[in-house]
């Protein structure tokens, strides 16, 4: 089967996939954090992040196979948390992962700053300057046989349905009201079109699929 | 079991419940039909139509469960289509449901206006003036053992909400970007907040059941 991208996020009731008033405090917005309680106990989720234990649920399967399918990530700057926007020069805006980030496979991050690679534990991080599309070729290149997923945040997301360039959306979707915040369903194109393919129930969340068409 | 209250509507990816410019030619405004696609070839809501035939799919079970549980249905004046708001005085606005009504159960309507209560078929529409709570207290003594359902619209089922007066939320979603309209989660009152408790997979929808806590 040819490479597919796929686009994977939590998403509130009410649409969004980031809280109000985002800041390095509070970087997934006021509540949003809840948006991913389902995962945190995951033992497969934990074994990614170093941890031991868990739980496992149909949850785990939809996430062993979102994990298994990439090869490479691509992800938006405020997700890196590089240091831009709001957050330039906060010495802990580099400090977002730690050490051992939990991606282990390439990732590429769309900003405005060039800046060299950065290898921290399993991971190599490459900064793309110019653009959403030149991010997903070189992520296209890195992951060989296996796909690319599109981490977030929504910025980038967003660009590449509206480019026509996401073959899978993957929304978990949170019993989370979070009143305000960055929603998901905007700045797609002219006419964006869906296909539901898959949708999984498991506690604390369902698990939505759906194809753009254009 | 207790005599419960749920409120039952179809909602788009984007979040709305209807289109926008809604009027008298387009009742769900603008791409809204799309909204309610997946119920249309079902045999259970073929049968509730007058209809005969049809298909049965993982969509049937909710739905029968769903008419099942129903001894009365409160709704908004716009559901009704009263003749109220932007279509007072026009005589399609009374034409809405046609003779023969697929309730077959009281229904009562949500309006400004007094009115005698008006039987078509099996169906007997009795006007509400006072409010959304006066609205579900009437239907739950019509209902006797059965529950009441809440068939919309938007603002109906969100003042039950915001009262504390739902204790079940199904909504049915589409895969269908609106772009615009009315939305489900807004005006529900300070810091609404749900629990997954059921999602059925389905052709083309998925069933959400939440329960709003407080």
């Known amino acids: 089967m040819a490479q597919q991208t796929f686009f994977e996020?939590?998403?509130?009731?009410?649409?969004y996939v980031a809280g109000p008033n985002a800041d390095l405090d509070n970087p997934l917005g006021v509540g949003g954090e809840a948006l991913h309680e389902w995962v945190f106990p995951l033992e497969a989720w934990r074994k990614e992040h170093g941890e031991k234990g868990g739980e496992t649920n149909a949850s785990t399967l939809v996430l062993e196979e979102a994990l298994g399918r990439t090869g490479a990530h691509v992800m938006g700057r405020r997700m890196y948390s590089s240091g831009e926007g709001p957050w330039v020069d906060d010495p802990k805006a580099d400090?977002?992962?730690?050490?051992?980030?939990?991606?282990?496979?390439?990732?590429?991050?769309?900003?405005?700053?060039?800046?060299?690679?950065?290898?921290l534990g399993e991971t190599t991080f490459s900064f793309v300057t110019d653009g959403v599309e030149s991010a997903l070729a070189q992520a296209g290149e890195a992951a060989g046989e296996k796909d690319v997923m599109i981490s977030g945040g929504a910025a980038v997301g967003q660009q590449a349905i509206a480019a026509g360039r996401v073959d899978d959306l993957l929304i978990h979707l949170a019993p989370v009201y979070l009143g305000g915040g960055v929603r998901l369903f905007e700045n797609l194109g002219d006419d964006p079109r869906f296909e539901q393919t898959d949708a999984v129930a498991a506690p604390g969340v369902t698990h939505l699929m759906y194809r753009p068409v254009r």
Chains 1, 2 share one sequence.
């Open 95 to 119: 400090g977002w992962w730690g050490d051992e980030p939990p991606f282990h496979k390439p990732v590429f991050v769309v900003t405005h700053h060039e800046r060299e690679p950065l290898t």
């Open 9 to 15: 996020i939590s998403m509130s009731l009410d649409g």
